[in-house]
């Protein structure tokens, strides 16, 4: 069982920038895959970052060249830098663990209580 708890969310003008933290508490079994999500309202959750624990990244396209997830050593945090933050990038955002196939299909019953990102002047 892992707990998650994101924090670092605020609300901040378009063209800011905001790193947001992700705790992992928990046993993570080696090649877990980790991930940054976000909802906005009345929309479905979208992946929008992963880091393989081999360091390789995928980003969604809306956020490519602005974002970047990033992990400690010990693999027990998870971070999302956003800069040149965007209105449409408002949403609350959770971060997840697991294989891959799990991380892109979002399929996980467990979710953090997330950390709202509001972009706005």
């Known amino acids: 069982q892992v707990h998650l708890v994101e924090s670092g969310g605020a609300l901040v003008q378009p063209g800011g920038s905001l790193r947001l933290s992700c705790a992992i508490y928990?046993?993570?079994?080696?090649?877990?895959?980790m991930a940054w999500y976000r909802q906005a309202p009345g929309d479905p959750r979208e992946l929008v970052a992963l880091i393989t624990s081999g360091g390789r990244t995928d980003y969604a396209d809306s956020v490519k060249g602005r974002f970047t997830i990033s992990t400690t050593n010990a693999k027990n945090t998870a971070y999302l830098q956003m800069n040149s933050l965007k209105p449409e990038d408002t949403a609350v955002y959770y971060c997840n663990v697991g294989l891959e196939s799990r991380v892109r299909a979002g399929n996980f019953a467990s979710w953090g209580q997330g950390t709202q990102v509001t972009v706005s002047s």
């Open positions: 928990g046993t993570i079994f080696r090649g877990v895959v």
